[in-house]
């Protein structure tokens, strides 16, 4: 996991989740809806099937955009930078979907 230790602590400390090691996502079943998922260790190679309703994938934290390096304004974190709260960049017709950032302040 590549989680804080802290986080890493909460999901494995919940009794409704099953921590799946070296597993990776083979294929989501369904035909409208999410019925299912086909997964495979990828130590030994066997899929397991299990049934679902629904499937949240984490993209992680550093954003996909070093092919626009040079070309459109980022923040030193790699995020396309927008102007105002609207999706217009530095480039006329090039556009970007804003996504609001959650700090943690360490309050509750």
Sequence with gaps: MRAS???QHRVQ???????KYNTEVDEVLGDQVVEG???V???????EEIAITGL???IGHKPNTD???GQLDMDETG???TKGKSTKTNIP???ASVMPRIRNTGRR
């Design 93 to 95: 017709g090039v556009f």
């Design 5 to 7: 230790k802290a986080m």
């Design 41 to 47: 260790n990828n130590q030994t190679g066997e899929k």
């Design 37 to 39: 998922l086909r997964m």
């Design 79 to 81: 995020y396309i930078i």
């Design 56 to 58: 949240f994938i984490a």
């Design 13 to 19: 400390s919940l009794k409704n989740i099953e921590i």
């Design 67 to 69: 092919i626009f390096k």
